[in-house]
């Protein structure tokens, strides 16, 4: 049941442009790496930890990864997902550090269409 309820909040998306707008001459960029979305417990005392929030220590954010594509106003239709699925495994290491620290590797994937430079 526990693992259900990760494998369904496991895709999460930044940044989503509601309206797409169809740019003439635009050119597509996309990527994807992983990140680390680790957590730390706010009170790192051992087995207290499972009991307290956890804080991210790589606070991953939509615009890092979109602006690789270009000039902000350039960019349109964009969309950020981060996918969490490798959490699952990942959380043997909140066990074995008795609640304190927890990693997560994440898939951060990104695509937006570029417009091109006005002359």
């Not at 259900?4 to 003439?24: E, P």
């Not at 009991?51 to 954010?61: A, E, F, N």
């Not at 964009?78 to 304190?100: D, F, H, K, M, W």
């Amino acid at each position: 049941m526990v693992v259900l309820v990760f494998l369904l909040n496991g895709c999460t998306t930044l940044v989503r442009d509601d309206v797409c707008q169809s740019i003439a001459n635009a050119k597509h960029c996309s990527g994807a790496e992983w990140a680390d979305n680790s957590s730390l417990a706010v009170l790192p005392i051992p087995v207290v930890a499972f009991l307290v929030p956890h804080v991210d220590i790589h606070d991953i954010k939509g615009d890092d990864h979109i602006k690789r594509c270009g000039d902000s106003t350039r960019v349109v239709n964009r969309q950020v997902e981060v996918n969490r699925i490798a959490y699952v495994p990942a959380a043997l290491t909140r066990i074995i550090s008795l609640g304190i620290w927890q990693w997560c590797p994440a898939l951060v994937t990104w695509e937006a269409d570029v417009k091109p430079v006005a002359s």
